[in-house]
């Protein structure tokens, strides 16, 4: 099998299983229990807690905490602030979110927040001017993510924190940094030092689903989002996941020791196979051309032709890929990335998102080129907008002026 879907999950590397197996064993403890040996589960997770907050650059105890995904963690973030900051009621996101925030978004807005949802370009990128003007006096938080999960476009979050500081800095900036952790720099004492809070998830960076993080910076007032008991500072009630903690911790280890090279890789995988499905497939663009983006991420969209079909076919094969983002793929609703990004109609739904990892090889690449040629001349034949005489695509296929 050729995956290459992990822009919605990742494997779990075989070091991070090993290293969260005795927790499942004999080390079994809940971390809250007196004795001895629950003492010692109670460390190992301080000791996770410590190592992934040195990694980003955290350094007030308390600060960061352990959630079940990055789901959980911006809604934690986000309602945990609506719920202490009363006195605002204005938001600001963009058009482009993950539906983890969208839809928190969109719910808050049908019960009387106001949201200013701004806008892209056709290249995905964030438009500064209006991301500006939407701030207002009554603005109580600002969401954006960091990398986009579809396009891989990545957004400038360093700058977007600075002016919403230099604006007013009591607006609060929560940064969704679910497809970027790992990959791209993120310092909360660095590049990151405007950022309020910062939402991750393990199974991005091959830990196991089901274990997340949220940074909180000190200071900032947000009440715990899970009721109950005192774990996490009394931040977020639940007995703490220990196993996935730990391999959520080993896991951003491995990815700090193996970065450059990971990157490095990824880039030259990922042009490789842009570069080579550009050239053996007529009327194909990429989305989010032009615009810094993962170096992991391919967003291809194949005009004339249903992405689903190609990824029937590619699934034939045995290559996994995805239509759009995990949650909406499987719906025939166009990608809303896509449409606030004014994909052409005829390229929308051809649109295809390959995403690599460090386990992707360049054998698989070529097998991805050999087959995929192959693959959009059989569905373009069935094609109704493709003149199989001419091999062209009818002049105008849908008929607009
Ligand atoms: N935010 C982004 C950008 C994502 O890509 C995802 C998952 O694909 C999420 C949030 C939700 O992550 P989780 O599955 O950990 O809840």
Same mark, same amino acid.
């Given at each position: 099998?050729?995956?290459?879907?992990?822009?919605?999950?990742?494997?779990?590397?075989?070091?991070?299983?090993?290293?969260?197996?005795?927790?499942?064993?004999?080390?079994?403890?809940?971390?809250?229990?007196?004795?001895?040996?629950?003492?010692?589960?109670?460390?190992?997770?301080?000791?996770?807690?410590?190592?992934?907050?040195?990694?980003?650059?955290?350094?007030?105890?308390?600060?960061?905490?352990?959630?079940?995904?990055?789901?959980?963690?911006?809604?934690?973030?986000?309602?945990?602030?609506?719920?202490?900051?009363?006195?605002?009621?204005?938001?600001? /996101?963009?058009?482009?979110?993950?539906?983890?925030?969208?839809?928190?978004?969109?719910?808050?807005?049908?019960?009387?927040?106001?949201?200013?949802?701004?806008?892209?370009?056709?290249?995905?990128?964030?438009?500064?001017?209006?991301?500006?003007?939407?701030?207002?006096?009554?603005?109580?938080?600002?969401?954006?993510?960091?990398?986009?999960?579809?396009?891989?476009?990545?957004?400038?979050?360093?700058?977007?924190?600075?002016?919403?500081?230099?604006?007013?800095?009591?607006?609060?900036?929560?940064?969704?940094?679910?497809?970027?952790?790992?990959?791209?720099?993120? #310092?909360?004492?660095?590049?990151?030092?405007?950022?309020?809070?910062?939402?991750?998830?393990?199974?991005?960076?091959?830990?196991?689903?089901?274990?997340?993080?949220?940074?909180?910076?000190?200071?900032?007032?947000?009440?715990?989002?899970?009721?109950?008991?005192?774990?996490?500072?009394?931040? #977020?009630?639940? /007995?703490?996941?220990?196993?996935?903690?730990?391999?959520?911790?080993?896991?951003?280890?491995?990815?700090?020791?193996?970065?450059?090279?990971?990157?490095?890789?990824? #880039?030259?995988?990922?042009?490789?196979?842009?570069?080579?499905?550009?050239?053996?497939?007529?009327?194909?663009?990429?989305?989010?051309?032009?615009?810094?983006?993962?170096?992991? /991420?391919?967003?291809?969209?194949?005009?004339?032709?249903?992405?689903?079909?190609?990824?029937?076919?590619?699934?034939?094969?045995?290559?996994?890929?995805?239509?759009?983002?995990?949650?909406?793929?499987?719906?025939?609703?166009?990608?809303?990335?896509?449409?606030?990004?004014?994909? *052409?109609?005829?390229?929308?739904?051809?649109?295809?998102?390959?995403?690599?990892?460090?386990?992707?090889?360049?054998?698989?690449?070529?097998?991805?080129?050999?087959?995929?040629?192959?693959?959009?001349?059989?569905?373009? #034949?069935?094609?109704?907008?493709?003149?199989?005489?001419?091999?062209? *695509?009818?002049?105008?296929?849908?008929?607009?002026?």
């Amino acid at each position: 099998m050729i995956y290459l879907d992990n822009n919605a999950t990742t494997s779990v590397s075989p070091e991070v299983l090993e290293s969260m197996l005795p927790f499942f064993g004999e080390q079994y403890f809940n971390p809250s229990s007196m004795y001895e040996a629950a003492g010692f589960v109670r460390d190992v997770v301080e000791r996770s807690r410590v190592l992934i907050s040195e990694m980003l650059g955290i350094t007030g105890l308390g600060e960061l905490i352990f959630t079940s995904c990055a789901t959980e963690s911006v809604n934690a973030a986000i309602f945990g602030v609506i719920a202490a900051n009363p006195q605002r009621r204005h938001i600001v /996101t963009t058009a482009v979110e993950h539906p983890a925030v969208l839809e928190v978004c969109k719910l808050l807005e049908r019960s009387g927040f106001e949201v200013s949802f701004v806008g892209v370009n056709e290249r995905g990128e964030l438009d500064i001017n209006e991301f500006v003007r939407s701030l207002r006096s009554d603005t109580l938080l600002v969401t954006v993510m960091h990398a986009n999960n579809e396009t891989g476009v990545i957004f400038p979050i360093e700058r977007l924190a600075r002016v919403v500081k230099e604006t007013d800095p009591s607006i609060l900036f929560l940064c969704d940094a679910t497809q970027s952790a790992t990959k791209l720099p993120i #310092r909360v004492d660095g590049n990151f030092c405007d950022v309020d809070m910062v939402a991750f998830s393990g199974h991005k960076f091959h830990a196991p689903k089901g274990v997340g993080g949220l940074f909180i910076r000190r200071g900032v007032y947000c009440r715990p989002f899970l009721v109950g008991g005192h774990q996490e500072s009394g931040r #977020r009630g639940g /007995t703490e996941n220990v196993a996935f903690i730990v391999g959520m911790a080993r896991a951003m280890e491995i990815a700090a020791q193996t970065h450059e090279e990971d990157i490095v890789r990824l #880039r030259y995988l990922r042009d490789k196979l842009e570069f080579g499905i550009l050239e053996r497939v007529p009327y194909v663009v990429i989305n989010g051309a032009g615009a810094e983006r993962m170096p992991n /991420t391919l967003n291809v969209a194949v005009h004339f032709i249903e992405g689903e079909g190609i990824l029937y076919q590619l699934s034939d094969r045995g290559i996994c890929a995805s239509s759009g983002s995990a949650c909406t793929s499987g719906s025939l609703e166009p990608s809303h990335v896509l449409t606030a990004m004014k994909i *052409p109609f005829t390229a929308i739904h051809g649109s295809l998102r390959l995403s690599l990892s460090r386990y992707t090889t360049e054998a698989e690449i070529d097998f991805v080129l050999k087959e995929f040629p192959t693959i959009v001349t059989n569905l373009r #034949r069935l094609s109704p907008y493709w003149n199989q005489t001419n091999n062209k *695509p009818r002049k105008n296929p849908i008929g607009e002026k």
